[in-house]
């Protein structure tokens, strides 16, 4: 078994309201390896976020510590870039200002830099919007910038925080295709979150069922190990949607969301 | 340090210094920077003596009832007008475009002319009070008619709402804290006018008191009137603060 | 269309209306002039000084020290407002004065000004810039405070440190925060101006500037004075409002409608 390339050991992350601690996540313990797509996916307010934003290292652990080969993180950093639910655009910067931002604090000359930002436009598809401003785009075009900024900085891993949550679902269901297409381009470490269900099982290499709060692993499935359509992201999203081997996927990947779902609800 | 512990530290430090530098040290002349220790002993001598007339309470309780009374007549007016000019298309149209006019002109260039209007006395001050409270409650009340959320009036109409009934009980309540920020604004105006308008031409008052002790070189007593006024100013402030929490329980309130 | 029209209607009814009530003689023209009187006399003081100096000599005079007590206010509200906002513990120690001060009205340091700076220029340009220094520095501390916390998480991401969120993002952000509460200052400071000049100037020798002006004209009883002073006061402290509008509008273009 190789090194992982993100470590979750023993983590544990509990929030102080008032006089009551109030536990986010418990004891989670996680490998991620190199150039895998791993999915989160659980309930609403089950603690997923916080899990990627330690990994992000913009929150510390109460306990444990998330490992990035092999060394403890403990500070953001481009080595991680992150992708925003909220887009997270400098309002004020352009597009083309917005996506070599990132580069700003590496050592590259110039013309590196202009060849590094050029390359991510034409990838994400935003010829002609490199001088525009964010307020001027649309909810997809905004997290395509995004997304362009965190590939931009070649980091040694992907976090995308339910990116594609604010779009609408005729937005999601391109973005979700392009995300693969550009995942074959070039390959990462990627750890999504998503409380989609169809969304983890056709991006994911292995998808993580999260329980409710405090946040632990209900169950990992392995997609690659069930043979699941390994071919699945040549195809388009309706045909694999539309598959026996998904319908029966999804039956049981919603089964165990759900059940996380009810038993919250079951104890308020 | 905890920042709180610094802020307690900081003040500390500063009325230390201050009262080394100027009584026991003095570094800085007393005719210049009074000491703190002088301020609070002028305080009670002013309490029992008069100064320049009356004593500090008949001079405070003669500003304060000067701003309290133009303050209360234009709130009520300024809100009244700007409320009618929000919701009246015709009247806003009319009226709208002379205040506009007339509103660049900062109240206190009003009080030469008030002055010659009125005289030397209790109504010229009033009136210019009255016009620096009345501008903010006026704008504050019309913003605050005409944004009502067109989704609540069409909501409020679908229930059989009329015209009357919309301006009560849709508009107006939704415009309340628009309207009361007006009204703060309106306050700390008048506090500031009232100081002027007695530094100018008045024969009591705090104004007045500053005024007389810079002739007779009492620095403590010019002090002493300025953190009555600046420690009044935001007790009304907050006072109002808390009307408005009263009033309008659904706003998440942000401190100021 | 017709919206416009309403308006230059009403304000000539006004106009009209005023006309009216001067030239029935049922006012003194001490009390009330007729607008004809007004304008001939400002036109007239273009050429001819009044209160010591021409009409352009009093705008000039009050531009001026309205221009020093501008910088030297901007120049340290705003660098310690954001220096406050971006530094907790600064903040802790600077912020009791400030709020213990910060009620004062510009207006009640005057008799302390004339004690400190005498009569004059000084004196006048300290009040004018308390007066500008205030709602500065408020907002200074408040835009770089309330910077959108996702995009500071979204900047340290990237590998932005310290001083680079500050100079990339808090600032950016937080200008056309700082530049609307520069504006309040200004109509602030331009009404702490006419007191100040009011206050100080008519005793000096050379009283030049508008409210000086206008308290000159009071108690020479020249009414059309006293109101030309006031319209020109007016269309000036409107004018720069309109130009610091135009300058939070175009630093703000991107924040959306």
């Known amino acids: 078994m190789p090194e992982p390339k993100i470590q979750f050991e023993n983590v544990s992350k509990n929030y102080t309201r008032g006089n009551m601690v109030v536990p986010a996540v418990a004891e989670f313990n996680l490998s991620i390896y190199e150039n895998e797509f791993v999915v989160f996916v659980g309930p609403s307010g089950c603690g997923k976020s916080t899990l990627l934003h330690m990994a992000a290292g913009l929150i510390s652990p109460s306990s444990g510590t998330v490992l990035l080969d092999g060394r403890a993180i403990t500070e953001p950093g481009p080595d991680r870039a992150v992708v925003f639910q909220q887009f997270a655009l400098f309002p004020w910067k352009t597009v083309y200002e917005n996506i070599k931002f990132g580069l700003r604090f590496k050592t590259l000359d110039e013309i590196e830099k202009r060849n590094t930002v050029e390359k991510h436009i034409a990838m994400m598809g935003l010829n002609g919007f490199e001088n525009s401003y964010p307020h001027e785009l649309s909810g997809g075009m905004k997290q395509r910038v995004a997304i362009a900024r965190a590939y931009a900085v070649h980091p040694a891993v992907l976090l995308l925080d339910e990116p594609f949550a604010a779009l609408d679902a005729q937005t999601r269901t391109i973005m979700q295709e392009e995300l693969v297409v550009f995942g074959e381009e070039e390959r990462h470490t990627v750890l999504f979150i998503t409380h989609s269900v169809e969304e983890a099982i056709f991006l994911g290499d292995r998808v993580v069922v999260i329980t409710r709060r405090p946040a632990r692993i209900k169950e990992v499935i392995d997609l690659k190990d069930s043979g699941f359509m390994p071919d699945r992201r040549e195809r388009s999203l309706d045909e694999v949607l539309s598959s026996e081997q998904f319908a029966s996927l999804r039956t049981k990947v919603w089964g165990l969301v759900r059940s996380e779902i009810s038993n919250e609800r079951g104890n308020r | ?256 | 269309m017709k919206v416009k029209y309403a308006s230059f209607i009403s304000i000539g009814g006004f106009i009209l209306l005023w006309w009216l009530i001067s030239a029935s003689g049922m006012i003194s023209p001490r009390f009330l002039p007729s607008p004809g009187s007004v304008i001939i006399s400002l036109y007239g003081m273009i050429w001819e000084p009044f209160a010591s100096v021409t009409l352009q000599g009093h705008i000039w005079a009050s531009i001026q020290r309205f221009f020093v007590a501008f910088v030297v206010a901007t120049g340290i509200a705003i660098p310690l407002g954001a220096w406050m906002g971006w530094n907790e513990k600064v903040n802790a120690v600077v912020d009791p004065v400030f709020e213990v001060l910060r009620f004062i009205p510009p207006i009640a340091w005057v008799p302390f000004a004339i004690l400190w700076f005498r009569l004059g220029l000084k004196s006048e340009c300290f009040i004018i810039a308390i007066g500008i220094f205030v709602p500065s520095l408020v907002n200074s501390r408040a835009g770089i405070r309330f910077v959108d916390p996702v995009l500071i998480q979204a900047a340290k991401t990237l590998g932005a440190k310290g001083r680079d969120i500050l100079w990339h993002v808090s600032i950016p952000w937080s200008l056309p925060i700082i530049v609307g509460g520069v504006r309040i200052g200004m109509g602030l400071g331009w009404m702490c101006l006419v007191a100040a000049e009011m206050i100080s100037r008519p005793t000096l020798k050379g009283s030049a500037g508008l409210g000086a002006m206008i308290e000159v004209a009071r108690v020479t009883l020249a009414s059309q004075y006293i109101i030309g002073g006031m319209l020109v006061i007016g269309v000036l402290g409107f004018a720069m409002d309109i130009g610091a509008n135009y300058f939070e509008k175009k630093l703000g273009r991107w924040r959306e409608a």
Not at chain 2, 36 to 43: C, G, H, M
Not at chain 2, 152 to 163: M, N, S
């Open chain 2, 1 to 256: 340090m905890s920042t709180r512990n610094l802020s307690i530290l900081s003040i500390i430090v500063i009325l230390v210094v201050w009262e080394l530098s100027t009584s026991i040290l003095n570094l800085i002349p007393a005719l210049f920077l009074p000491s703190p220790s002088r301020i609070v002993l002028d305080f009670f001598r002013t309490m029992i003596t008069p100064f320049a007339g009356a004593t500090f309470i008949e001079h405070l309780l003669t500003s304060l009832y000067l701003v309290v009374s133009a303050f209360i007549i234009a709130v009520i007016t300024g809100v009244t007008l700007g409320i009618f000019m929000g919701w009246y298309e015709t009247f806003d149209r009319i009226v709208y475009p002379i205040f506009q006019l007339i509103r660049p002109i900062p109240p206190l260039a009003w009080i030469p002319l008030a002055i010659v209007w009125f005289g030397i006395g209790v109504a010229s001050k009033v009136f210019v009070i009255w016009l620096s409270a009345f501008v903010p409650s006026l704008i504050n009340a019309y913003i605050g008619i005409k944004m009502t959320d067109r989704t609540l009036i069409e909501a409020a109409r679908v229930y059989g709402a009329k015209d009357r009934d919309l301006l009560w009980h849709v508009s107006i309540p939704s415009g309340l804290p628009l309207i009361l920020t007006g009204i703060r604004l309106s306050l700390s105006n008048a506090w500031m006018t009232i100081v002027a308008a007695e530094l100018l031409a008045a024969s009591a008052g705090l104004g007045y008191m500053m005024q007389i002790a810079r002739r007779t070189l009492e620095p403590s007593i010019i002090a002493l009137g300025m953190l009555a006024i600046g420690i009044l100013g935001t007790l009304m402030t907050r006072g109002l603060f808390i009307l408005e929490k009263k009033l309008c329980p659904w706003r998440e309130q942000q401190t100021s």
